[in-house]
C-alpha cells in the first residue's frame, strides 16, 4: 500500500494563533465518520423498561449485563437497517399523540397526560398491580370475572382501555417532572451528536460549492445523520434508559371479554414475538382507533428514502473501476426504490377488493382467473427477490465506501475553513 506522509513547514517565529493544516489524511475521513456514525447509532436509542432481576450483587450484575447487551445489539441493528428505527419512531409518536388526546378525558388538575406519559407507558414504564385473589372476592365470584396474574405491564392504549371499564379509576397520578427524573438521556451527548452532524453537512455543502470532492463514506455517514435526525425530532419527548417501572394498584380484577380486549389492544411486534410481561423492543403501538396500522410501515419507507437518496450525491463519484460506479448507481436506485414498490405491490394485491368484491384476493382477477396459488407464488417469489436485492445493495454501499478510500482523488485530501469549527474527529 503506497502512503504518502505530508510535509508542513512551521513557522519562523512564535505565532499567536496556527491554523489548521490545509490538507487531511484518510484516517481524518475515517475516524470523523465513524465517530459521527457511532454517536448517532448510539444516542438515538430509546429502548423500554427491561425485565426486573432479582435483587442482590447477582441480580445488579445481571440487570447492567443485559441492558449492555441488548443496547449494544440495538446499535449494531440501527447500523445495518436505520430506516426501521425511523419507522419504530414514527409509530411511538403517532401512539403517543393518539392516546394522550384519549387521555386527557380522564385527567384532573393535579396528574395532567402528556407526550412524554405516553411514551412512558409505552416503554413499560406503568405496571398495573392485582391485590390479593381473596380481596377481590366478591368480584371473582361472578362466571364473568377472570383472574390474571398478580402483575400487568401495560402500553398507553390498553392503559386507556383498563381506565375506560374501570379496572383502573384513575390514571396513574404522576408529574411530567418525576417521569424526567426516569429519563436517562444525556442532553450534552445528544447536543455533541447534533453538532457533529451540523458540522458534516456544513462541509460537505462548502465542498460543494467550492467543487471540490467527497468521499463515498462521507456520503454514507450523511445518511446515517438524516435518519437520525428524524428519530431525534420524533422522540423528542420519549424518556430514555428508564430501568424501573412505576406500580399503580388496580381496583378490581377484568371480565373475560374485558381481559380480551385488553390482550386485542396490546402492541405487536416485528421480527421475534413476545415472549414475556415485559413491552419488548420491537413492538408496534396503537396509533387509532382503526383496525389498520401503517405507521410503522410508511415511517420505514420514509427512513429507507431518506438514508437511500443521498447515495445519489456520489452518482458521479470516482470509483476503482467501471462496474462498481454502476453498481453504486443501481444500489441508490433500490435502496431509494424498492421500499416503495413492495408497498405499492401489497396495496394492490392485498388491499384492494378484488372483482369479485372480497378483500384480500388480487385485483387482477377478472384478468387473470382460476387457483389464486401460482399468483401468491409469483407475489411471494418477487417480494422475497426484492428484498435480498434491497439487502444486498445495502451491504455493498456500506463496504463499497470503505474499499473506495484506497482509491480517492487527490482534491479529495484538500481542507477547507470548516476545518477551524469545532468537531470531533
Given at each position: ?28 475521513i ?8 457511532l ?30 447487551l ?6 449494531l ?23 394522550k ?7 384532573v388538575?393535579?396528574?395532567?397526560w402528556?407526550?412524554?406519559h ?6 413499560g414504564?406503568f ?13 371473582t ?5 377472570r ?18 371499564c374501570?379496572?383502573?379509576?384513575a ?14 438521556g444525556?442532553?450534552?451527548?445528544k447536543v455533541?451528536?447534533l ?40 422522540l ?8 424501573f ?23 405487536t ?38 438514508f ?15 462496474v462498481?460506479?454502476i ?21 394492490l ?5 378484488s ?11 377478472a384478468y ?9 407464488i ?14 444486498l ?16 482523488p ?7 475553513w ?5 468537531h470531533?474527529?
Amino acid at each position: 500500500m503506497q502512503k504518502f506522509q505530508p510535509n508542513c513547514t512551521l513557522p519562523s517565529s512564535s505565532p499567536h494563533f496556527v491554523e489548521v493544516p490545509n490538507v487531511r489524511g484518510t484516517l481524518n475521513i475515517v475516524w470523523g465518520c465513524i465517530s459521527i456514525i457511532l454517536s448517532c447509532t448510539w444516542s438515538m436509542l430509546h429502548l423500554n423498561v427491561p425485565p426486573q432481576f432479582h435483587k442482590g450483587a447477582h441480580g445488579y450484575f445481571w440487570a447492567k449485563s443485559y441492558a449492555f447487551l441488548q443496547k449494544t445489539m440495538w446499535m449494531l441493528f440501527a447500523v445495518l437497517a436505520p430506516e426501521i428505527f425511523v419507522g419504530k419512531a414514527l409509530n411511538e409518536l403517532l401512539s403517543a399523540v393518539y392516546n394522550k388526546k384519549e387521555m386527557q378525558n380522564y385527567a384532573v388538575q393535579s396528574s395532567d397526560w402528556t407526550l412524554t406519559h405516553s411514551f412512558f407507558a409505552n416503554i413499560g414504564g406503568f405496571v398495573l398491580q392485582f391485590r390479593a385473589h381473596e380481596d377481590q372476592e366478591s368480584d371473582t365470584n361472578s362466571s364473568n370475572s377472570r383472574r390474571p396474574g398478580n402483575i400487568w405491564i401495560l402500553d398507553a392504549s390498553q392503559l386507556l382501555f383498563a381506565r375506560e371499564c374501570g379496572i383502573i379509576k384513575a390514571i396513574p397520578p404522576i408529574s411530567v417532572e418525576a417521569i424526567d427524573d426516569k429519563n436517562k438521556g444525556d442532553v450534552v451527548v445528544k447536543v455533541l451528536t447534533l453538532v457533529q452532524i451540523v458540522w458534516l453537512i456544513m462541509e460537505l455543502a462548502i465542498r460543494g460549492a467550492l467543487r471540490l470532492p467527497v468521499s463515498q463514506l462521507e456520503v454514507v455517514t450523511l445518511a446515517f445523520a438524516i435518519t437520525s435526525i428524524l428519530t431525534y425530532g420524533m422522540l423528542w419527548s420519549k424518556p430514555k434508559d428508564a430501568k424501573f417501572p412505576i406500580l399503580q394498584l388496580a381496583d378490581r380484577y377484568p371480565s373475560s371479554d374485558e381481559l380480551q380486549d385488553i390482550v386485542g389492544r396490546g402492541p405487536t411486534s416485528f421480527g421475534l414475538p413476545r415472549v414475556d410481561c415485559w413491552i419488548p423492543n420491537n413492538s408496534i403501538h396503537v396509533t387509532s382507533a382503526e383496525p389498520y396500522n401503517y405507521s410503522f410501515l410508511l415511517g420505514t419507507l420514509l427512513g429507507a428514502t431518506a438514508f437511500g437518496a443521498p447515495h445519489f450525491l456520489g452518482w458521479n463519484f470516482v470509483f476503482p473501476t467501471r462496474v462498481e460506479q454502476i453498481l453504486w448507481r443501481v444500489s441508490a436506485i433500490v435502496t431509494t426504490v424498492a421500499p416503495w414498490t413492495l408497498l405499492i405491490m401489497d396495496q394492490l394485491i392485498y388491499r384492494f377488493p378484488s372483482s369479485s368484491g372480497s378483500q384480500g384476493r388480487f385485483v387482477v382477477d377478472a384478468y387473470w382467473h382460476g387457483d389464486s396459488r401460482p399468483r401468491r407464488i409469483i407475489w411471494y417469489c418477487t417480494t422475497y427477490t426484492l428484498v435480498v436485492v434491497y439487502v444486498l445493495s445495502r451491504l455493498f454501499v456500506i463496504l463499497e465506501a470503505f474499499r473506495c478510500l484506497y482509491w480517492l482523488p487527490e482534491a479529495i485530501y484538500k481542507t477547507t475553513w470548516s476545518a477551524n469549527i469545532f468537531h470531533i474527529s
